[in-house]
Nanobody, 118 residues
Framework: QVQLVESGGGLAQPGGSLRLSCTAS????????????MAWYRQAPGKQRELVAS???????NYADSVKGRFTISRDSAKNTLYLQMSSVKPEDTAVYYC????????WGQGTQVTVSS
């Protein structure tokens, strides 16, 4: 069974930056982020979970229009860790952020709360 642990959230002022991290543990064969497309998702209060950014096995990235040009997704295969660099954050980025595969999901982690407020 794969366990996902997200971290790095917190309070940021509008225009500020945060860097989120996500690690996967479990069987090395099932938890390796190198062999699966990964993504960051977020869920704001009262809203459905939405995909924010994804990264393919070969490094191809895609972003939701709302974060394009401000967020960067990356992966450190050696550390089996996924990152989300958030820059120029806005109040509407406030949400709980999760990582998971694209497509068939592993069990969701606890997520990390991001709050953007002055």
């Amino acid at each position: 069974q794969v366990q996902l642990v997200e971290s790095g959230g917190g309070l940021a002022q509008p225009g500020g930056s945060l860097r989120l991290s996500c690690t996967a543990s479990g069987s090395i064969f099932t938890s390796s982020m190198r062999i699966t497309n990964m993504a960051w998702y977020r869920q704001a209060p009262g809203k459905q979970r939405e995909l924010v950014a994804s990264i393919g096995v070969r490094g191809t990235t895609n972003y939701a229009d709302s974060v394009k040009g401000r967020f960067t997704i990356s992966r450190d295969s050696a550390k089996n860790t996924l990152y989300l660099q958030m820059s120029s954050v806005k109040p509407e980025d406030t949400a709980v952020y999760y990582c998971n595969r694209v497509g068939e999901k592993w069990s969701w982690g606890q997520g990390t709360q991001v709050t953007v407020s002055s």
